[in-house]
T-cell receptor, first 114, second 110 residues
Framework: NAGVTQTPKFQVLKTGQSMTLQCAQD?????MYWYRQDPGMGLRLIYY???????DKGEVPNGYNVSRLNKREFSLRLESAAPSQTSVYFC?????????????FGPGTRLTVL | EDQVTQSPEALRLQEGESSSLNCSYT??????LFWYRQDPGKGPEFLFT???AGEEKEKERLKATLTKKESFLHITAPKPEDSATYLC???????????FGKGTHLIIQP
């Protein structure tokens, strides 16, 4: 099992460009999440998907959109990148959103917006 | 608003020197407290889940404990490979996901 995979690993964008971060899990989990990690801020939830076909905003959703493509895949899109979106992005998955199930994290995408 | 505070921010120990990391939290209706380890350039790696006050869990040189206000991660006789950032997170169910602390950066010197 690969667990949670993310692509790309690194990306540099110019202000105003768009891109999609891809995430896939092979653990048959129902719930998936996108977090961002910034120095001194800890991990913060951007969007989550409780189950296939549903998505909801987390703590810091502005400037992002998501798509739960199927049970395995959950993508994060930046429509018009801004320097404030320079961060490390982590995808995670768990069996359920409603109980304290372990969230398993991917290796991250390091994004720089110039 | 849920808050998770980890201390110290950074800790440097000699190999074999035991110590504890602290995670204090204010959250109503705690459903679970998680500890993760994060190595540089990698995603968080799950260590433990604690569900209720008084609970303890162990894994190799690590032992996690939970009270109603805080959790401790005890590291006994650490080795250089234990060097990492240790993250604490709380979960109170539903749509809020995990609320993370900022982490403790631990360095174990040979």
């Amino acid at each position: 099992n690969a667990g949670v995979t993310q692509t790309p690993k690194f990306q540099v964008l110019k202000t105003g460009q768009s891109m999609t971060l891809q995430c896939a899990q092979d653990m048959n989990h129902n719930s998936m999440y996108w977090y961002r990690q910034d120095p001194g801020m800890g991990l913060r939830l951007i969007y989550y998907s409780a189950s296939e076909g549903t998505t909801d905003k987390g703590e810091v959703p502005n400037g992002y959109n998501v798509s739960r493509l199927n049970k395995r895949e959950f993508s994060l899109r930046l429509e018009s990148a801004a320097p404030s979106q320079t961060s490390v992005y982590f995808c995670a998955s768990s069996y359920s959103l409603t109980v304290a199930d372990t969230q398993y994290f991917g290796p991250g995408t390091r994004l720089t917006v110039l | 608003e849920d808050q998770v505070t980890q201390s110290p921010e950074a800790l440097r120990l000699q190999e074999g020197e035991s110590s504890s990391l602290n995670c204090s939290y204010t959250v109503s209706g705690l459903r679970g407290l998680f500890w993760y380890r994060q190595d540089p350039g990698k995603g968080p790696e799950f260590l433990f889940t604690l569900y209720s006050a008084g609970e303890e869990k162990e894994k190799e040189r690590l032992k996690a404990t939970l009270t109603k206000k805080e959790s401790f991660l005890h590291i006994t006789a650490p080795k250089p490979e234990d060097s990492a950032t240790y993250l604490c997170a709380v979960f109170r169910g539903g749509a809020d996901g995990l609320t993370f602390g900022k982490g403790t950066h631990l360095i174990i010197q040979p």
